[in-house]
């Protein structure tokens, strides 16, 4: 696994081919059809905005979760994302989830604002194993206070897996931009595998 540019006070790796081409494109087509997929709203400055994508929340009963303002108890494991889950376990011995938040890009108009995964229920130093199905997109990731530090931009291949660890939350956001025009991508998945600790 490839260790990523000169980032001070991110750990990230990236592994362009996790998944081969046959499992790629079978998981994606089991996850579009059975995860519970659904378009949130989220409330900014009092208005209600429909989230430009949608998301889906498998896992442990007990992982309880708060993301775009809402308490979330996790659907069931799907057998697509058990497999997923114990090929993480097999890739990286020390490696924990008993979560996994969907997010389906359907076009290139769907998109991530910049954001951190730095919610509490994660701890402080989360492992978050990202895997990725569909198109190609753009992950671009910002220092949160360092602006002599480049902005970093990986595009994340259908079958990669992208793991950021240590300090990377606390000191970097990252986000997907909205992609328009000729070159528009089509629908991408993406996972990000976490570990919520209980009380
Ligand atoms: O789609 C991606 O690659 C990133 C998703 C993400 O940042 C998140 O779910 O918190
Ligand atoms: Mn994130």
């Known amino acids: 696994m490839e260790a ?56 442990d009963h007990a992982a309880s979760y708060r993301y775009s303002g809402t308490d979330h108890s996790p659907h069931p494991w799907t057998a697509a994302l058990e497999e997923l889950r114990n090929r993480l ?7 924990q989830f008993n979560s996994v938040l969907g997010n389906c890009y ?16 994660l701890g402080p130093e989360p492992c978050i194993a990202s895997i990725s199905f569909g198109a190609t997109r753009d992950f671009c990731m910002k220092h949160r206070t360092r602006k002599d530090l480049d902005r970093v931009k990986i595009a994340l291949q259908p079958g990669s897996l992208l793991i950021m660890e240590g300090e990377t939350q606390q000191h970097w956001v990252h986000s997907i931009p909205r992609r328009r025009g000729k070159n528009a991508p089509t629908e991408r998945i993406n996972l990000t595998f976490r570990n919520i600790l209980g009380d």
Do not use: C
């Open 4 to 59: 990523l540019a000169l980032m001070p006070g991110a750990s990230i790796r990236y592994a362009a081919d996790f998944l081969d081409d046959a499992d790629q494109h079978r998981i994606h087509q089991q996850l579009r059809e059975q995860m519970q997929w659904s378009q949130q709203h989220i409330t900014v400055f009092g208005k209600r905005h429909l989230i430009p994508r949608l998301e889906a929340w498998h896992g």
């Open 89 to 95: 376990g097999r890739f990286r011995e020390d490696l």
């Open 106 to 121: 359907r076009n290139g108009d769907d998109a991530m604002g910049w954001h951190s995964d730095d919610e509490p229920e």
